[in-house]
């Protein structure tokens, strides 16, 4: 039985995690601290914090690039790095996405990398933003989002990629996919990962609208899975960790990866496309101007 279940997880391109020992809440729980913390393994960069406990094998990631957490082609490589140690940890089996950042999960793409710069530069910027996406989205890993600000445009992406999400009660933050906002399209996989999430009517609605759901509005669509007090985050966020992990690995990382093939071999199949496309649309004098007065009016807040 054994051995079938290894060539299953070799068919599917999964690791099969055997031999990993099941873990209850109270185990799980010690990853942000308390008495019954264990032992962790911390690495960092510059831009994102990962603190791996071994003894429940969850990995807390948390973005740290303050004042937003923009997603910039250096935070995206970071983070797709520390992905990709993750996956390839027989430690690992869970991961925790949040931020260090208050008041903030991550405001998006940083408009930065898109404005100004060469088209190989807007080329190199976009495969970094696939590669991130691909690598969260097909994560053999449970990923958990833990929502505890706000998350527009390529952050609730980041959200929408993981496989349970959950959010702080706060009215004041707000999350969803507003690129139409800007002037700029969402791409394909962006609208394939909320379709899955909220159905097609919502999810045509909220892109050509570009809306931002305050986070009651975000639970009653479905684009979150929980509202907690931001300060019950922590203690949530373990707690439905513990119960995704409470399934063999095996069995849940196939069913996922059988939910999330279309979307995943969508963008793999068009890759070079999409990069063309979004080059392409980026490029445009009608693109980078609208570009330059939100970077202008983003100057004007600051001062």
């Known amino acids: 039985m054994a051995a079938r279940a290894a060539w299953v997880c070799r068919a599917w391109r999964l690791p099969l995690r055997a031999g990993s020992p099941r873990r209850g809440p109270a185990a799980v729980g010690g990853l ?22 071994e003894s429940t094998g969850v990995a807390v990631v ?30 690992c089996r869970g991961v925790i996405l949040t931020s260090a950042v208050p008041k903030i999960f991550s405001a998006g793409l940083d408009i930065m990398e898109m404005h100004g710069k060469s088209k190989e530069h807007y080329a190199e910027f976009w495969k970094a933003v696939q590669e991130l996406w691909l690598k969260l989205y097909d994560s ?49 996989w962006f609208k394939d990962a909320m379709v899955s999430t909220i ?47 409470a399934a063999p690995d095996h069995a849940r990382q196939i069913t996922k990866s059988m939910m999330r093939k279309a ?26 101007k609208s570009l330059q007065m939100y970077v202008e009016m983003l100057k004007q807040k600051k001062a």
């Open 263 to 288: 979307a995943v071999e969508h963008l793999r199949k068009h890759r070079d496309s999409d990069i063309q496309n979004f080059v392409s649309f980026v490029s445009r004098d009608s693109i980078q």
């Open 62 to 91: 948390k973005l740290k690039s303050p004042p937003v957490n923009s997603l910039s082609l250096e935070l995206l490589t970071e983070f797709s790095i520390s992905l990709e140690k993750l996956e390839n940890d027989k430690a």
């Open 140 to 188: 053999s890993l449970v990923t958990v989002a833990a929502i505890n600000g706000s998350s527009p445009a390529g952050g609730c992406l980041l959200a929408l990629s993981c496989d349970y999400r959950i959010m702080a009660e706060n009215p004041k933050y707000s999350i969803g996919l507003n690129e139409t906002q800007l002037g700029i399209v969402a791409p394909f």
């Open 199 to 245: 159905g097609h009517r919502a999810a045509e609605r909220s892109l050509q609208l570009g809306l931002l759901y305050p986070a009651p509005d975000a639970l009653e669509i479905g684009l979150v899975d929980k509202l907690v007090p931001e300060e019950e985050m922590q203690s949530v966020a373990t707690q439905v960790m513990a119960q995704w992990l």
């Open 32 to 53: 942000w601290g308390g008495a019954a913390a264990a032992p962790r393994r911390p690495f960092s960069n510059d831009k994102v914090r990962v603190e791996l406990e």
